[in-house]
């Protein structure tokens, strides 16, 4: 797909257009600062009023809409028809304007801006508390967005866990190709339902999806590595991994739609120590070794070494031998065996048998 010449679209598109009326479109649409201004703006500078700037632009779009519509022009608006039918029928405004198919020369969104309010048969919705503005093809695309996107909040609340976008496509109903696009789309514009650093869907209100503070950020950490950490760890990865992909809010690019919230963006680099705090404080985190921290979720039980001995020995019932032992307890702890012998050594809680077995005091 060639670029489009901005430059030599707008000779097209002003002529005929008197010199007042070129300079508010332009003001109006910011086609020379990138900037678009208000007409109230507009007025105060050429001694108009509000309405009076306004008519001059519906009389000025109307002139290009009737006579400077040519071939050149229709072959753009064809070439944003066929970008919006290969995105579902539908695309979030400030991607659209970024997309390097049309984003190539200065202002060029405000371009692509005028472009599509000049071609009528393309509908724009405004921003809403739940929906980033977005352009259309079809003028129902928005409802059946919205239909969709309300089955994805109901089934995203039945689950209470993070989806995989094939697992959103089930919850919806829709299967075709076609329909994946629409419904990726969807979840672009979508304020509530939000892509996690992990690239599984949730919702934003969900500290998984959008992190309110330090102990936040690390649950992203383990759930994205996979792995127990230590503390120190953890904090290197929340700024290398989670907020290395932080953008400034209501930001999203093409490829990677995850949002971390402003608030849990430090200033300065993370403190390992508030996150060590932050991982004893909360029970999602277990100790498994010295400043070695694994989710509770993965198996892993909270309590001391002695603990998990007396938890071994209860659980089997029976007696068992010191390699049994070791192999058990090492499963949930990263400690040396010599610190598993040294507290199974403890003749006030274990007893060792004459065949060398051990069972526990305890009653």
Not at 279 to 306: C, H, M, N
Not at 358 to 363: D, F, I, L
């Amino acid at each position: 797909m060639s670029n489009i010449d901005y430059q030599k679209l707008s000779q097209i598109l002003f002529n005929g257009l008197n010199q007042r009326q070129i300079l508010v479109i332009s003001r109006r649409f910011g086609l020379t600062s990138g900037k678009g201004e208000t007409l109230e703006a507009i007025g105060k500078d050429l001694g108009l009023t509000r309405e009076r700037v306004r008519q001059i632009i519906v009389t000025a779009l109307k002139k290009i809409r009737k006579e400077n519509l040519t071939s050149e022009i229709t072959k753009v608006f064809l070439q944003l028809a066929k970008y919006l039918h290969r995105n579902g029928g539908l695309k979030r405004e400030d991607l659209l304007f970024s997309e390097p198919e049309f984003n190539h020369q200065q202002n060029s969104a405000s371009w692509v801006n005028l472009l599509l309010i000049l071609n009528e048969d393309f509908y724009r919705v405004n921003e809403s508390k739940d929906f980033y503005s977005f352009w259309m093809l079809d003028s129902n695309a928005s409802v059946l967005a919205e239909k969709a996107l309300k089955l994805l909040e109901k089934g995203l609340l039945k689950q209470k866990k993070t989806l995989e976008f094939k697992e959103l496509l089930t919850v919806s109903g829709l299967a075709k190709e076609s329909d994946q696009q629409f419904l990726r789309s969807s979840l672009e514009i979508s304020k509530k339902i939000l892509k996690a650093v992990d690239g599984k869907y949730g919702l934003k209100s969900w500290p998984e999806v959008n992190p309110k503070g330090v102990r936040d950020l690390a649950l992203l950490v383990f759930k994205k590595v996979k792995k127990p950490l230590h503390f120190i760890e953890v904090a290197s990865l929340i700024d290398e991994i989670i907020l290395g992909q932080a953008k400034p809010l209501g930001q999203k690019d093409s490829q990677d739609f995850s949002v971390i919230s402003a608030t849990a963006v430090p200033k300065k680099k993370t403190n390992f120590q508030t996150v060590h705090n932050q991982l004893i404080k909360d029970s999602q985190f277990v100790l498994i070794g010295r400043g070695v921290y694994a989710l509770k979720e993965w198996g892993y039980d909270p309590g001391t070494v002695k603990d998990m001995i007396s938890k071994v020995l209860k659980q089997a019932k029976n007696p068992l031998q010191e390699k049994e032992i070791l192999k058990r307890v090492l499963s949930q702890r990263l400690v040396k065996e010599s610190t598993i012998l040294l507290n199974l050594g403890n003749k006030k809680c274990f007893l060792k048998q004459e065949d060398g077995r051990y069972s526990s005091r305890e009653a």
